[in-house]
């Protein structure tokens, strides 16, 4: 085999809640992850040293040494299966961005999945999709996700991924924004929030202190400043079951939300600009700063997506659906011929 193309999903959360940061940095999450049909293409083939090279959409932005996530997923493999696994001294990875990079949708994580199912078919290792998946966890907290696709829950850090039943497809509109935001940065923002929420001595502190919408778009925990573990929502998971878009679009929550506002206070006028042309829900995808819009259709979709580019609240929009498949071979070439699989 000479080369290896996965193709892999981004991703919104259709519920973010999020718990108190723990002793290791990170938070406790409910979540519920679901992909969406934009994709990047990975291709990793043997080379004599490693590399990676990227193309398309924020290239400009991404690592290409060894803090690179898809670099870091095939190290990680590696590690897991045994030095012996590589049928070469080096692996060549290719990245074709189609998701922009630290925009909230995973895209970095969705490259490290890609890496990850490309070299398994690629050396032949064999690993099953739940060892996959403990590799992914080691790599990122969305990584594991990008695996599975579709719409899942995902607890503790978000790496504990499980499937959850949803009927129908549902039409977004994302609205990229012009500037980027760090994930760290964003739950820093979020804790600075709640503590200060919590020593304010009226109840809208937080929301006084950052400027934002006190609870839209966050659900009952972050409003009230995690004072209990985050829940499932059981009303997103039965509008899931019924595949109904306007009984979804109102359950949409992120308690990254307010934290990303606060940060990017524009992004109040981009989920403000979506709610007056008549989204079912508008919300900040993950740590934002896109913006993620339901609508009822495609065609809705299609003048969702006309409306918010005539009002200028963002760099450029893509209308998409969901849920999407998670990362998956799309193409094996042995020899510069194409192979008939999968
Ligand atoms: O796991 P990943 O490397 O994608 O996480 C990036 C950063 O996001 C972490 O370093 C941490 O600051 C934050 N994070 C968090 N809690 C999570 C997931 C991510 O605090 N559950």
């Known amino acids: 085999m000479t080369a290896v193309t996965a193709r892999v999903p ?23 992850f679901h ?21 398309g ?9 060894a803090d690179n996530l898809a670099a870091r997923a095939v190290a990680a493999l590696v590690e897991a299966v045994g030095p012996g696994v590589r049928d070469s001294p080096g692996v060549a990875i290719e990245i074709r961005k189609r998701i922009p990079v630290a925009a909230g949708l995973a895209g970095g994580s969705a490259d490290a999945a890609a890496a990850l199912v490309a070299c398994n078919e690629l050396w032949g290792a064999g690993l099953s999709p739940q060892e996959l998946a403990e590799v992914a966890g080691q790599v990122g907290s969305d990584v594991g996700f990008a695996l599975f696709g579709g719409t899942a829950i995902g607890l503790g850090r978000g790496d504990q991924v ?9 039409h977004w509109v994302l609205a990229f924004a012009a500037e980027v935001l760090s994930t760290p940065a964003v739950y820093a923002a979020c804790d600075r929030l709640r503590e200060a929420q919590a020593t304010s ?15 839209v778009g966050t659900s009952a925990a972050g409003a009230a400043g995690a004072s209990g573990p985050p829940q499932l929502n059981t009303r997103l998971m039965a509008a899931l079951r019924s595949g109904d878009p306007a009984e979804l679009g109102p359950l949409l929550s992120n308690d990254l939300q307010p934290a990303a ?20 829900g508008a919300i ?13 259709d495609g065609k809705h979709a299609r003048d969702l997506a006309v409306a918010l ?8 929009v893509v209308t998409v659906t969901g849920p999407a498949p998670g990362a998956t071979v799309i193409g094996v070439t042995a020899d510069g011929r194409p192979v008939s699989r999968p």
């Open 10 to 32: 981004a991703k919104v959360n259709l519920q973010l809640s999020v718990g108190p940061r723990r002793s290791d940095g990170y938070h406790d999450l409910v979540t519920v």
């Open 35 to 55: 992909a969406l049909a934009l994709f990047d293409e990975v291709t990793v083939s043997p080379a004599d040293t490693d590399s990676v090279v990227v193309t």
């Open 57 to 65: 959409e924020g290239a400009d932005r991404v690592p290409l040494d």
């Open 162 to 170: 499980t499937p959850v039943l949803a009927t129908g497809t549902y």
């Open 201 to 215: 001595p009226d109840a809208s502190g937080a929301a006084a202190v950052a400027g934002v919408p006190g609870s």
């Open 261 to 280: 506002i606060s940060l990017l206070p524009r992004l109040r006028q981009a989920l403000a600009a979506g709610q007056e042309h008549g989204a079912l």
């Open 284 to 296: 900040v995808s993950g740590s934002g700063p896109t913006c993620a819009y339901l609508a009822r």
């Open 309 to 316: 580019t005539g009002t200028g609240v963002c760099r450029s």
